[in-house]
């Protein structure tokens, strides 16, 4: 089974800290994406990236910048925090092969910035 | 860039029944993808139709795609419990596009 860890399941951070949070994916994934998800606003994307050193901006990404130095780990990082980016993060993986459509998600980071 | 919304926001239900969830979407696909998240958690990929598919079936799940109106269905049958959820869409294009999701609540 493809397995996503995501390094904490829940986090507290004040205004102006240095926050990162990592993923990791066992299943040699090329791809990897960062997700934020927000009641009433569903998941939107904040970056991506399809190979090691490679990333992409997504939807959202202000604030935020990413770190895939190996291929199975892809951590999120904000420089600043902003209670703004209080929110539920979600890591996910998919293959470059047949089925990449399909992505699997790690368990959620909820974070709170104060 | 939000492209599909599901249909209904909540749905509530009592165990037995079924539970059916629409999406519909704005521009063509390749692909639409059904997922479940359970509270507080990361999402599970349900089931996949191609866009050539009009109708696929997993376990006690049902998926219909009419690209002609740009809309899916996921129909759980029998519902239990355990099925108490969100339901997210996702469409392809240059990635994956999610709904807001349809939360579930299955009374026992």
């Known amino acids: 089974d493809v397995k996503v860890t995501q390094s904490s399941r829940y986090l507290v951070k004040r205004t102006g800290e240095k926050v990162f949070l990592e993923c990791v994916q066992d299943?040699?994934?090329?791809?990897m994406f960062w997700y934020r998800q927000d009641p009433g606003l569903g998941l939107r994307l904040i970056y991506f990236?399809?190979?090691?050193?490679?990333?992409e901006k997504g939807d959202i990404p202000e604030g935020y910048s990413v770190s895939r130095e190996k291929k199975e780990r892809f951590s999120l990082i904000l420089e600043s925090a902003s209670t703004n980016q209080t929110s539920m993060y979600l890591c996910?993986?998919?293959?470059?092969?047949?089925?990449?459509?399909?992505?699997?998600f790690g368990p959620g980071t909820r974070l709170l910035v104060l | 860039s939000q492209q599909g919304e599901e249909d209904p926001q909540a749905l509530s239900i009592q165990e037995g029944e079924n539970a059916t969830m629409n999406c519909s979407y704005k521009?063509?696909?390749?692909?639409l993808q059904w997922y479940r998240q359970n509270s507080g958690r990361g999402l599970v990929h349900l089931i996949l139709?191609?866009?050539?598919?009009r109708e696929k079936h997993s376990g006690r799940l049902r998926v219909t795609l009419d690209t002609s109106k740009k809309s899916s269905s996921l129909l759980i049958t029998a519902s239990r419990a355990a099925d108490t959820a969100s339901y997210f869409c996702?469409?392809?294009?240059?990635?994956?596009?999610f709904g807001e999701g349809t939360q579930l609540t299955v009374n026992p």
């Open positions: 996910a993986s998919s293959s470059r092969g047949k089925g990449a459509e399909t992505q699997y």
């Open positions: 299943m040699d994934h090329e791809n």
């Open positions: 990236s399809y190979d090691v050193k490679m990333k």
């Open positions: 521009t063509s696909i390749n692909n």
């Open positions: 139709i191609r866009s050539n598919e």
């Open positions: 996702a469409t392809d294009g240059s990635r994956l596009t």
